[in-house]
Nanobody, 122 residues
C-alpha cells in the first residue's frame, strides 16, 4: 500500500510559477510511474503529466506541454510538478498518482493522493 500526499498548492497570479510535490509513504515509489492529474469544478479529471520509474519516459497533456515539467527523486520518494506561466484555466485540484505504467488515464493508477488546490487569478 502506498500513501501519497500532495503539497505546494496555493493562490497565485497568472504568469506565476508553482511547484507541487508528492510524497510517498507506507511503501516506496519503487518501480512505479508517477502521474499528475487535475480536476476543475464541473469538469472531468484531466491528465497532466506522467514520469516513468527511471525518468526516461515523460508524457504531458497538450494543455500544459511546454509550461509544466514533471520530475522525481526516488531516493526521497517524491514526485514533483513544476508549473510555469500559469493560466487562469490551470485552476483545479491537482492529484498525484502511482501506477505500474505510464498511462494517461485515471484507471492506470492504483494509488492516489487527496489533492492540492491550485488557484490562478487574473
Amino acid at each position: 500500500q502506498v500513501q501519497l500526499v500532495e503539497s505546494g498548492g496555493g493562490l497565485v497570479q497568472a504568469g506565476d510559477s508553482l511547484t507541487l510535490s508528492c510524497a510517498a509513504s507506507g511503501r516506496t515509489f519503487s518501480g512505479s510511474a508517477v502521474g499528475w492529474f487535475r480536476q476543475a469544478p464541473g469538469k472531468e479529471r484531466e491528465f497532466v503529466a506522467v514520469i516513468s520509474w527511471t525518468g526516461a519516459v515523460r508524457f504531458y497533456g497538450d494543455s500544459v506541454k511546454g509550461r509544466f515539467t514533471i520530475s522525481r527523486d526516488n531516493a526521497k520518494n517524491r514526485g514533483y510538478l513544476q508549473m510555469n506561466s500559469l493560466y487562469v484555466e490551470d485552476t483545479a485540484v491537482y492529484y498525484c498518482a502511482a501506477g505500474s505504467t505510464t498511462g494517461r488515464t485515471s484507471n492506470a493508477y492504483a494509488y492516489w493522493g487527496q489533492g492540492t488546490q491550485v488557484t490562478v487569478s487574473s
